[in-house]
């Protein structure tokens, strides 16, 4: 069985593209991975309970926001690559959708909301992995009060139908039951998936170039590039 975490991030029009996924963990490793992340998540906040005043938010440790206000950069920085150290070192599988929104909608008369697209992809690129292992699967979701219905019922059509609508759309049948969805302030893994997105999203379009030539964005994208590199590392580009 594997443990499949998953976040997104929000699409603007200064950021126009729209990132969806996170980790499968196997069950075997579940109890050891969240017994790691207790301890960084203890050793960067002084606290190991679960709530929104211990979440490891991956804007809010960027930008030193939240949890993370009054924080030093240095710590910040090197907090986000003990996190990406952690997936490395336990390779751990990592599959990330991204969605150009504006060539989506450009292309496409009826275009499929970003969400419900890279939601579907996800899960499709999840059972990819799920063969190769010849395993199972269960979903977690961040909880989204205005996605999370529409979700479940996707996934339920899907199900039901036998494959996704996509061309050549793929059956979901090693993903058990349904796609539950939970704050990510209850979930280690989910604020794990949260910090890949939140990578994927600031640097997952950027060339090398366009990065600003200072300390912490250099070091932050450096973290983002290793993780890309990683054979584990999956990423779908659409269109």
Known sequence: ??????????????????????????????IECDKTLLQIQFNALGKGHLAKDTELHGK???????????????????LIQQLVDFVLDNRIPVQLISIDVDAHRAKFKYPTPEYRLGLMLMLERACDYLDTVNDLGVVFGDHEADEMSGS??????????GTTPMYRGRPLGRLLDTVYFTHSHHSRCLQLADMLVFLAGRYGRMQEKDVRPVWHEQEAFATWKKLKASVDTKIQHWP
């Open 1 to 30: 069985m594997h443990l499949i975490y998953f976040d997104e991030n929000k699409y603007e029009a200064a950021n126009p593209y729209f990132w969806i996924g996170g980790v499968l963990i196997p069950e075997p490793k579940a």
């Open 60 to 78: 809010d440790i960027f930008h030193g926001k939240g949890n993370f206000k009054g924080r030093k950069l240095a710590e910040r920085i090197a």
């Open 152 to 161: 479940i019922a996707d996934f339920s059509s899907y199900k039901a139908v």
